[in-house]
């Protein structure tokens, strides 16, 4: 990994300059330029047939005009629209339309987690606000839910829970003179309020609480799960170089975490393979670098190894023991890849010796349709190297049809004795258990304010595991669970 840093600025040295095209979801026609690049409002126009202008701005003065309206009439902008800010007239340190956390030459809606990519055309919930040099962007996601995991009572380690699962996050960025992008993020879970062995889904594992392994349990987020500051500085309009620092972080590993991936946005639990891609998405201690060339992306992360104590509202210890390096590309703007590989010294405290050699690969793609339709997707492998090679895939959808949605995943992990927790003496050394489950469920949105949007949904698992683990599970158990999930409204990209 020594040499990745080396590679990656070698590279950036030796790149040229050019355009960049820019693939938003969908932009609505309500504001006018000036003379003097300022945005000032203007009649609405009653033509179906006005030109679309190759420039974006964004207006974020009022809530109404960020949120998604009934009434609003949007003009969908495909693959070819291109967009530059470099047209833009700006002085330094003033800040162009919010674009990319990490550039100033692509667009926002590309954000995921930590330094990851998302498609150009993933649609956006939250809230913005230009404050003088500086933009600020929230959003976030509560559900409140009955879970039963094995509602046939067919073995002995489901469980039900009333709780509510929640995170939110806020960012800021402005520009640093004439090419330089400052930032910062800070995201917080409400988890820890209800119980630090978090809530129950069969089959989960990973951390620890009391000093027992977390088992057919998702462990909760800590109260602080991410606070970070980054800086890029534009080369040209195809190359940027960047830094990223986190207490706690997300490294360059994995794809971007479950609950900023749109296909798994509209359903409250984590997957299954959730530490064996993006489980490190909260770690305390994280240094990256990276630069992006054109359609590329090349990053590489040092960090800390130990995954987060039982302690949720505390920091803990640096370590910088571990590292990882990934490789992203967005070829158009429906898709985003991304394949990594990391060491993680000693994740597990009550497996201290066990480190792991991890390898992800995803494919995310977004597909805007008519107006408030559209469809997301994501199929991703992981794989985690130890004495013994633990393998997992996950294929998952959200269609949206403007109040309703549908999703679904399916999953396919490896899981060892160790993770399931269960007597050595029982099985044979280093035996793996294959597990799969299928999710189907929906959301409605009862209530699409400008403020936030409230839905009520549902949604069952069915799983089917190794015919060994029946004695503890039954043979092929299924869960349900129902849940209210408030969450912002869609944000609209605004024609200038």
């Known amino acids: 990994m020594k040499y990745i840093f080396t590679l990656i600025f070698f590279i ?6 050019g355009q960049h095209t820019h693939h938003p979801d969908s932009v609505k026609k309500n504001h006018s330029k000036s003379d003097h690049g300022k945005i000032k409002p203007i009649k609405k126009d009653s033509s ?5 202008k190759d420039t974006m701005q964004m207006d974020f003065s009022k809530l ?28 330094d340190g003033e800040m162009p ?37 500086w933009m600020f962007m929230f959003h976030g996601n509560l559900f409140m839910r009955y879970t039963n995991q094995d509602i046939f009572n067919q073995g002995h380690r489901g469980n039900d829970k009333f709780d509510a699962v929640s995170w939110l996050m806020g960012m800021g960025q402005r520009r640093i003179g004439k090419n330089g992008l400052f930032r910062f993020s800070a995201m917080m879970s409400l988890d820890p309020l209800f ?18 392994p977390i088992v057919d349990r998702q462990h909760p987020h800590d109260l602080f799960s991410e606070l970070s500051i980054a800086y890029t500085h534009a080369l040209n309009k195809k190359t940027d170089v960047f830094i990223y620092a986190g207490y706690p972080g997300e490294p360059a590993l994995g794809s971007v975490a479950f609950m900023h991936r749109v296909s798994s946005l509209y359903g409250p639990d984590a997957p299954l393979s959730h530490h064996w891609n993006d489980g490190t998405h909260i770690t305390f201690g994280v240094i990256t670098a990276g630069v992006r060339l054109g359609k590329f992306k090349f990053d590489a992360s040092t960090y800390t190894g130990r995954e987060p104590d039982a302690n949720r509202y505390n920091f803990d210890a640096l370590h910088f023991d571990s590292y990882s390096g990934r490789v992203s590309f967005n070829p158009n703007g429906n898709w985003s890849f991304q394949v990594s590989e990391g060491y993680i010294k000693s994740p597990e405290a009550n497996r201290p010796a066990e480190n792991i050699y991890r390898t992800t690969a ?32 996950l294929l998952e959808a959200a269609y949206v049809m403007r109040r309703l949605s549908f999703f679904t995943r399916y ?7 160790e993770e399931l927790n269960l007597n050595s003496a029982d099985y044979v050394a280093n035996t793996v258990f294959p597990i799969n489950a299928i999710t189907l469920g929906f959301s409605f949105d009862v ?7 409230m839905a009520f949904g549902a949604q069952g698992t069915y799983y089917s595991a190794d015919d060994r683990l029946n004695s503890l599970y039954g043979k092929d158990p299924a869960s349900a669970e129902i849940f209210l999930r408030f969450y912002p409204p869609r944000m609209r990209i605004k024609l200038m």
Do not use: C
């Open 195 to 212: 119980g630090g062995n978090g809530y129950p889904l069969l089959f989960q594992t990973g951390e620890t609480y009391n000093g027992q």
């Open 48 to 52: 179906a047939n006005t030109p679309v």
């Open 447 to 453: 209530i699409q304010s400008y403020a936030f949007r």
């Open 411 to 417: 999953e396919y992990v490896q899981k060892s004795i």
């Open 362 to 393: 995803s494919a995310v793609y977004s597909k805007p349709l008519r107006k408030d339709h559209f469809l997301n997707a994501t199929i991703l492998y992981g794989l985690n190297q130890t004495d013994i090679n633990e393998h997992a895939g």
């Open 97 to 133: 339309p919010m674009t990319h956390a990490y550039s100033l030459n692509l667009p926002m809606t590309r954000n995921g987690s930590g330094t990851g990519w998302m498609p150009d055309s993933t649609p956006m919930y939250g809230y913005m606000l230009h404050r003088k040099k």
């Open 64 to 91: 109404r005009e960020m949120s998604d309206s009934a009434e609003s009439k949007e003009i969908p902008m495909g693959p070819g629209h291109k967009m530059d800010h470099g047209d833009m007239p700006m002085e």
């Open 12 to 17: 950036t040295l030796r790149s040229a300059s």
